[in-house]
């Protein structure tokens, strides 16, 4: 099983068989912090677990968690360029927690490989739901979901 994680608070996390076939696609957990969205750790660990005790029996034996490495963005603000660190930072730490192995993918690199280099954000939404008809990637906000399932599939020369 790959898992496939979008970070931020509009993100999602992805989990695939290792043949490449769409288990589920979630949305990432959050709560809310004062006046702001954040991940839920909690909620991500659990949403996580419960993944790995329902498919790895199965006989879909575990690879690799697949994560988006982001950074600062130009024009981006301190308050939100903080914030998406933080959200890293936690996704970061919850895999650790679960002992999973982590590889960090560039956004250039892995749509370079979906070949979405300069193309509009919503063509990865439009590549996942032709991959996966089924996936319900049917509003403009699952755009998260889409950059999980492509992020899951980048591993070991997917895509």
């Keep these: 099983m790959r898992i496939g994680i979008d970070p931020g608070v509009s993100g999602a996390v992805a989990f695939l068989s290792d043949r490449l076939e769409l288990l589920e696609v979630v949305d ?3 709560m809310t912090n004062g006046k702001k969205q954040q991940i839920n750790p909690y909620e991500l660990r659990t949403l996580i677990s419960l993944r790995l005790v329902k498919f790895v029996p199965k ?3 575990l690879e690799k968690a697949y994560l988006e490495q982001v950074s600062a963005m130009p024009k981006q603000g301190v308050s939100s360029t903080f914030g998406f660190g933080v959200s890293f930072g936690i996704i970061q730490g919850v895999l650790a927690g679960l002992s ?3 590889v960090l993918v560039t956004p250039a690199v892995w749509k370079r490989r979906a070949k979405l280099i300069g193309k509009e954000k919503d ?3 439009t590549l996942a739901q032709r ?3 089924s996936a319900e990637l049917g509003r ?3 755009i998260g979901r889409a950059d999980a399932i492509l992020i899951a ?3 070991e020369g997917g895509i």
Excluded: C, N, S
């Design 59 to 61: 006989g879909i034996e």
């Design 28 to 30: 990432m957990p959050t």
């Design 100 to 102: 999973l192995p982590v």
């Design 131 to 133: 991959l996966y008809p």
């Design 153 to 155: 599939r980048f591993g």
């Design 140 to 142: 403009k906000k699952d």
């Design 123 to 125: 063509q990865a939404r």
